[in-house]
C-alpha cells in the first residue's frame, strides 16, 4: 500500500486548499483513512478521518467548520478540502490509512508542506 498527499503550498490566510491523496491499494482494503499534520516542534496530531465502512467522519476541533474530508474517487479516495486557512494550520500534512485488526494507522504516505501566512 502506498499513499502520496499533495496539493500543499504557500498562501495567506484565508485562504483555500485542496489537499488530495493518491492510495495504490492493491488488495488494501481500509478500515479507516485520514489526514494527519506535524508543526515543527510539535507532535503529530489527528486532522481528520472517515471510517471506510460506515463514512463516519471524525475532526479535530481545531479545523471544524473549516476543513471537509470525502470520499473521493479514484485514486484520490480522501481528499482534504480547507478553506479560511489561518498561521496556525502550517503544518506538513500527512494522509494514512488503518487496516483492519489494526488500533493505530499504520500505512502513512510522504506528506505535503502547507504554509499559511499572516
Known amino acids: 500500500v502506498q499513499l502520496q498527499a499533495s496539493g500543499g503550498g504557500l498562501v495567506q490566510a484565508g485562504a483555500s486548499l485542496r489537499l488530495s491523496c493518491a492510495v495504490s491499494?492493491?488488495?488494501?482494503?481500509?478500515?479507516?483513512l485520514g489526514w494527519f499534520r506535524q508543526a515543527p516542534g510539535k507532535e503529530r496530531e489527528l486532522v481528520a478521518t472517515i471510517h471506510w465502512t460506515t463514512s463516519t467522519i471524525t475532526y479535530a476541533d481545531s479545523v471544524k467548520g473549516r476543513f471537509t474530508i470525502s470520499r473521493g474517487r479514484g485514486v484520490n479516495m480522501i481528499p482534504l478540502q480547507m478553506r479560511s486557512l489561518k498561521p496556525e494550520d502550517t503544518a506538513v500534512y500527512y494522509c494514512a490509512g488503518r487496516s483492519f485488526g489494526s488500533t493505530t494507522y499504520n500505512y502513512w504516505g510522504q506528506g505535503t508542506q502547507v504554509t499559511v501566512s499572516s
Open positions: 491499494t492493491g488488495d488494501f482494503s481500509p478500515a479507516a
